[in-house]
């Protein structure tokens, strides 16, 4: 029931784009976006709900595509600050309690 | 506005020991998660807790792990005894509504040895 993320990990030089999958094989009614730095607390990105939305602010934006059960998040012009782990939480429709499950990471390194 | 607070930020304890990490939600949220992170693997979810119910606890991996949060505003989460397998990073989150952004503390850091 985990929802997998791919890739697991991508180098990318400055300034290039990069886009990660967080798929579900349940239904889910959210999909939450963290990044985390080594040593620090998991930073909240943005979260979508079920319904097809897509959201963004500055050069990250992501999407939910309900039929596929899949968010995608969508990183331009990357910057060295992008560099981290992010992780998809995600919240099923069966359980709207607030319980995420989360995917096993994508360890993303932006190189000057 | 002050985030959400974890202490300690490191524990190093031997097995069998009891440890006990303390989670302060951000102030007003009802809402409040442990998860925990071992070694490079997902977050995996623990138990969540309203006030000072416990919502969900699907999560707990055993007996030997004892979450509260009496009165509803800060939480403790007691491992006793510790073995091996408990070392890891525990987080706790908190949100407004059961649904809502939910936002992480740094974390605990259990080394059992």
């Known amino acids: 029931q985990q929802p997998v993320q791919s890739p697991q990990a991508v180098i990318l030089r400055e300034g290039e784009d990069a886009v990660i999958n967080c798929s579900s094989s349940k239904a889910l009614y959210s999909v939450h976006w963290y990044r985390q730095k080594h040593g620090e607390a998991p930073v909240f990105l943005m979260i979508l709900l079920k319904g097809g939305e897509q959201k963004g602010h500055d050069k990250i934006s992501a999407s939910f595509n309900e039929k596929k059960q899949q968010s995608s998040l969508y990183l331009t012009a990357s910057q060295l600050s992008y560099s981290g782990t992010y992780f998809c939480g995600t919240e099923r429709s069966d359980n709207q309690g607030g319980k995420l499950i989360f995917g096993q990471g994508t360890e993303l390194s932006v190189k000057p | 506005e002050a985030g959400v607070t974890q202490f300690p930020s490191h524990s190093v304890i031997e097995k069998g020991q009891t440890v006990t990490l303390r989670c302060d939600p951000i102030s007003g949220h009802d809402n409040l998660y442990w998860y925990r992170r071992v070694m490079g693997k997902e977050i995996k979810f623990l138990l969540h807790?309203?006030?000072?119910?416990?919502?969900?606890e699907s999560g707990m991996p055993n007996n030997r792990f004892l979450a509260e949060r009496t009165g509803g505003t800060y939480s403790t989460l007691k491992v006793q005894p510790a073995e091996l397998e408990d070392s890891g990073v525990y987080f706790c989150?908190?949100?407004?509504?059961?649904?809502?952004?939910?936002?992480f503390g740094p974390g605990t850091r259990l080394t059992v040895l």
């Open positions: 807790f309203v006030k000072e119910s416990k919502q969900d």
């Open positions: 989150a908190s949100s407004q509504w059961h649904t809502d952004t939910q936002y």
